[in-house]
């Protein structure tokens, strides 16, 4: 049962780069800059230390290898193509924030308290984006952002009906 959720997870979380690359190169979608490079970045650690939090758990850790490779992807054909919208301070602010969190995780040593760290990371890196709508300097369409959430709703599901898993194991897919 697990598995399958995990499978589902994994199989909708393929959509999404597919679509927002679509929506973005349609110029309906607007990413920030600051947070497809921090996600990206960042997903790239996290995918490390989240596979030694869950005790190398190829299955724990699908959903966490499919977002890191559509984020990386997002990153660079919104670069390549000039799709980004704006940076301002705030922006610049919220990055240098997360990248010190990221360096803090570096530093700590413990793939657990690395992992916490860098899902700290992860939250302030949605701030630009968030901000960015709001102000109406960037747009997003609300399907692929629905689709994530619910894989990561289904991961959450699966690690929680899984009595091997920690509760370090939970906290990637729930500040996600």
Known sequence: M???????????LLVVPILYLAKTAQGKI?????TFFIRSVVSV?????????NGHNVWKSSVTLVST???VTIFLYAFSRGKFSKVN??????GAIAIMVAVFWRLSGDPVVANLLLQTALLISFIPAIRGVW??????????????????????????LDPSSTWQQLIH????
């Not at 607007?30 to 600051?34: A, H, L, M, Q, Y």
């Not at 897919?173 to 996600?176: A, E, N, Q």
């Open 30 to 34: 607007t990413p920030n800059p600051v």
């Open 135 to 160: 102000t109406g300097a960037a747009k997003e369409q609300v399907l692929p952002w629905a689709l994530a959430t619910t894989t990561y709703v289904l991961m959450t599901l699966a690690i929680a």
């Open 45 to 53: 650690m996290n995918l490390t230390t989240y596979f030694q939090t």
């Open 69 to 71: 490779v559509g984020l």
């Open 2 to 12: 697990i598995s399958i959720l995990l499978v589902i997870a994994s199989a909708i």
């Open 89 to 94: 301070r705030f922006d610049v602010t919220s």
């Open 173 to 176: 897919p729930i500040c996600v």
